[in-house]
């Protein structure tokens, strides 16, 4: 069993990186002028990402004494235990083995006295099998025609990973299949997704690790009767939901009780996080998607990018050191946001998968043992893809007076090489790439008042022009978004959001944050269905906002 939290400011290493923010003073520009090798000593190779820090706030002193945090801490040895299956989910007294799901079938690993790898294969070739039936027409619908949409019912990472992967790898689905993911307990959602489906040739994938999330139960019951309904009163009802009701979950006698055929469910393991669990059957309707080799590419991405993490000396650890980075602006530079830009528009809801996974994960403010950290913990995650970005808050990001290092992701090959015929058959993907690195060198280096000067430029709006650079960047580019790659860079980024976890002593596996609002929200209901003595027993505001809705609603 590992030490416990180690309170990360009182070891040697935070001395050290306090003395060095008091004498700190970032200068890109004299870095790579001075140090010719800069460029090539900060980047980093991990499974097919190329990554180049070289444009972070890092110097040589100060990756020593990111390097001896680390150790001080005792990641290697946190790592390890969460590997090797040790209950490092303290709160919930679980492990945490999303890196299981990636093992290939010939690894073992057992935990609590299983052998782990073995099921994870079983359940593996069960979705295969499942979405190999439904892309070849073989699984057919209660009145016997082929499946043409699948919709996915789930929320938080039972859709947020899924979807995110749907997007990304647009070009790996099967032509004859649309997917819609169903998340939100608005209304709203449920009637657009549904909208224009014919129910003969729609299957519904219920997602969910607990199968009693309010949301998606709801809609399941919402999808089932739309179904039912729509198919008309010649068909056996029992028999349409087994035809066109499929779960995913680890709670497999909820799913029964749903109605819904127990062979017709995929299951899981409590030791998968909800925001890890996109390569677990979570991953059904994306198997559907991009079909079993794909899938399997995706999971080898993963495991690429685990090896590298586990293997690799923290000096050249790209999820370690972009994780310590983390640290060093939270908790030294008071960065109090961080920014994801794709450049890459099938990246787009890329931004929105990472707030689960990091906000979720590292938002907390007692350690693993119950302690009040010490210092700040989870930065807020957001982003949107590049170029659009650049024309709505990236002005914020050059000239603003918030530091907000930003990770920047770009492919070297494009989804669509499109070229701009009356532009001389000037390739598109090109002028893409051209901004990407622009941005990040503005970023970097800025623009000194001489050079608005020496632009023409006088009077007062001359500081409205200085950039003034320093404002640090990551530059994570690969070959070209595939399967695999996706696989990498979540994996990346989960890693990433562990070690910011192990160096602030919290438990980066538990959510307890979210049931305070679901638990109120059972509470409220009624009162918003108009019984009194409920409305009376909320706060003023509450009662006041409840009133209003009743008053205005038709
Ligand atoms: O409420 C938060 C949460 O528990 C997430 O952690 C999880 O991904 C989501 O809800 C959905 O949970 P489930 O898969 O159990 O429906």
Not at 215 to 225: G, V
Not at 274 to 290: F, M, Q
Request: charged share 20%.
């Amino acid at each position: 069993m590992t030490r416990g939290p180690v309170d990360a400011t009182t070891t040697d290493a935070w001395k050290r990186l306090t003395e060095l923010k008091a004498g700190f003073e970032p200068d890109l520009r004299s870095w790579f002028a001075d140090d010719p090798g800069r460029a090539s000593r900060f980047t980093y190779a991990a499974g097919d990402l190329h990554v180049d820090l070289s444009k972070e706030l890092l110097t040589d002193d100060l990756l020593t004494a990111l390097l001896a945090l680390a150790e001080q801490v005792g990641l290697e040895e946190r790592r390890d235990a969460m590997l090797a299956g040790e209950h490092i989910n303290v709160t919930e007294d679980r492990a945490v083995l999303h890196t299981a799901l990636r093992l290939p079938a010939d690894a073992s690993l057992v935990v609590d006295g299983t052998d782990v790898v073995p099921e994870v294969h079983e359940t593996l070739e069960k979705m295969y099998a499942f979405a190999d039936r439904v892309r070849s027409g073989e699984w057919v619908g209660v009145t016997g025609e082929r499946i043409r949409t699948v919709v996915n019912i789930g929320i938080g990472g039972s859709d947020l990973g899924p979807v995110m992967a749907y997007e990304a790898l647009e070009p790996f689905r099967h032509p004859e299949i649309e997917c819609r993911f169903i998340s939100n307990i608005d209304p709203t959602d449920a009637g657009q997704k549904l909208k224009g489906l014919d129910p003969a040739t729609t299957l519904f994938v219920v997602s969910s690790k607990t199968f009693s999330t309010l949301e998606t139960l709801t809609n399941a019951r919402l999808s089932r009767s739309w179904l039912l309904e729509q198919l008309g009163d010649g068909v056996d009802s029992a028999e349409a939901v087994k035809k066109h009701f499929v779960a995913v979950s680890t709670a497999l006698d909820k799913v029964e009780e749903f109605g819904i055929d127990p062979d017709n469910a995929f299951g899981f393991w409590d030791w998968v996080g909800g925001r890890y669990s996109v390569d677990s059957a979570i991953g059904t309707t994306l198997a559907i998607a991009i079909g079993r080799e794909r899938f399997a590419e995706f999971l080898g991405g993963f495991h690429a990018i685990d090896r590298h993490f586990a293997e690799t000396p923290l000096a050249q650890n790209v999820p370690a050191l972009m994780g310590l980075l983390n640290v060093w602006y939270v908790n030294f530079l008071d960065a109090q946001t961080h920014a994801v830009l794709p450049y890459s528009q099938l990246m787009h809801r890329f931004p929105a998968y990472l707030q689960q996974l990091t906000m979720e994960s590292n938002g907390k403010s007692v350690r693993w043992d119950g302690t009040a950290v010490t210092t700040d913990t989870g930065e807020v995650f957001w982003g949107e893809p590049g170029t659009n970005g650049q024309h709505a808050f990236y002005q914020l990001i050059h000239q603003g007076t918030r530091l907000i290092p930003a990770d920047f992701i770009a492919f070297a090959n494009p989804a669509y090489p499109l070229v701009d015929g009356d532009a001389d058959g000037a390739d598109v993907h090109e002028l893409f790439l051209a901004n990407f690195f622009a941005q990040t060198q503005a970023l970097a280096f800025g623009k000194t008042e001489e050079q608005v000067r020496a632009e023409g430029t006088t009077g007062s709006v001359v500081n409205a022009r200085v950039f003034s650079g320093n404002r640090p960047t990551a530059s994570i580019m690969a070959p070209e978004l595939t399967p695999g790659v996706l696989g990498q860079l979540i994996a990346l980024y989960e890693h990433i959001t562990f070690t910011q976890g192990v160096v602030w002593g919290i438990d980066s596996f538990d959510q307890w944050g979210v049931e305070l609002g679901k638990q109120l929200a059972q509470q409220i209901s009624p009162a918003v269905s108009g019984d009194a003595s409920t409305a009376r027993q909320q706060d003023t505001s509450t009662q006041a906002l409840i009133a209003y809705y009743r008053e205005k609603r038709t």
